[in-house]
């Protein structure tokens, strides 16, 4: 995908350097800053919970609050569409 010479020059002027691609789209800043704070913090605990393998309240899935339950499974299929967008 090329960009038009209009961005190409607003890119310039700004003084932009692409920091990542995530397949056709290229990011010109932190992809973290698109998050706001409490994304962040969720985020963050679903790694936290995935990589101690501990669960946020005592008990199973079922114990746990709606909100978790639900950013969990948002988190799980987003990973699983980029990695088969990735894996073709």
Partial sequence: MEYTPEITG?????GCS?????????LY???SSYF???TLKIVS???LLEGTGRLY???????QP???VEAVQIF????ARLAGERDG
């Fill in 10 to 14: 607003e890119l310039k002027r700004k």
């Fill in 18 to 26: 692409k920091v990542m691609s995530l397949g056709d789209l290229r």
């Fill in 29 to 31: 800043e932190c992809p």
């Fill in 36 to 38: 706001d704070e409490e």
């Fill in 45 to 47: 605990l679903v790694f």
């Fill in 57 to 63: 309240h005592a008990g199973q899935w079922a114990d």
């Fill in 66 to 68: 709606c909100w978790l």
């Fill in 76 to 79: 799980n299929s987003e990973r």
